[in-house]
């Protein structure tokens, strides 16, 4: 059974604060892993990561992607109040049936105070 | 510019009662998916739907159903509502022909439905 497990729970910071938000993963046939922002509702596609070490960047988030050692962390640099959300981390599949699916971490709850 | 639509945005049921959540998206998507959200454990799969035309259960199927009624359309339903089932309900769907194979793997999700089951 596929098993995304994401540290912290929650976090709060200050304006202007760095954050890294961590993602450790077990899956039988690795796809790719990606990264939600999930603010009031829907949750938002942020970054898809395939490769050991390349770094994907979007203005001031970040995520590397290590698969050797199974995690991937995002990182949130200047944090602003509008970066307060429910941050998620899934892997998807290639396996077979399991094809396109994707399973979920709990998600890390980050609050930015001004 | 609609995406991923689900009705209704909330819903309060007493226990036994049935009802049928909605979602259709307009973004030519092959897959669509059925998610839980409760506090603490992220999303978790209910069902998902490759194709049109095919259905297979996810993680937490128990107590509810499903109906491709289209490609557009994939509907979920409780038959018997309980109160475990209050939860936040996401739909979701990807891959659009002819896209990448990894993009494939991005899902897009509506605004979902917040259920109360009394």
């Known amino acids: 059974e596929d098993k995304v497990v994401q540290s912290p729970l929650s976090l709060v910071v200050h304006e202007g604060d760095t954050v890294t938000l961590n993602c450790s993963y077990e899956?039988?046939?690795?796809?790719?892993l990606l990264w939600y922002k999930q603010e009031k509702k829907a949750p938002t596609f942020l970054f898809m990561l395939?490769?050991?070490?390349i770094e994907k960047k979007s203005g001031r988030l970040s995520s590397i992607l290590d698969k050797k050692e199974l995690f991937s962390i995002l990182n949130i640099t200047a944090t602003q109040t509008g970066d307060s959300a429910v941050y998620l981390c899934?892997?998807?599949?290639?396996?077979?049936?399991?094809?396109?699916?994707?399973?979920f971490g709990q998600g890390t709850i980050l609050t930015v105070h001004p | 510019n609609a995406g991923v639509t689900q009705t209704p945005k909330f819903q309060v049921l007493k226990t036994g009662q049935s009802m049928t959540l909605q979602c259709a998206q307009d973004?030519?998507?092959?897959?669509m998916y059925w998610y839980r959200q409760d506090p603490g454990m992220g999303l978790r799969l209910i069902y998902y739907?490759?194709?049109?035309?095919?259905?297979d259960k996810g993680e937490v199927p128990n107590g509810y159903n499903v109906s491709r009624l289209n490609k557009r359309e994939f509907s979920l339903r409780l038959e018997s509502a309980a109160p475990s089932q209050t939860s936040v309900y996401f739909c979701?769907?990807?891959?659009?022909?002819?896209?990448?194979?990894?993009?494939?793997?991005?899902?897009?999700f509506g605004a979902g439905t917040r259920l109360s089951v009394l």
């Open positions: 973004m030519n998507h092959n897959s």
């Open positions: 899956v039988t046939n690795f796809r790719s």
């Open positions: 739907s490759a194709s049109e035309g095919t259905t």
């Open positions: 395939t490769s050991s070490g």
């Open positions: 899934a892997v998807a599949n290639a396996g077979g049936t399991s094809y396109g699916k994707l399973t």
């Open positions: 979701a769907s990807s891959e659009r022909q002819g896209e990448s194979a990894l993009a494939k793997n991005i899902q897009y």
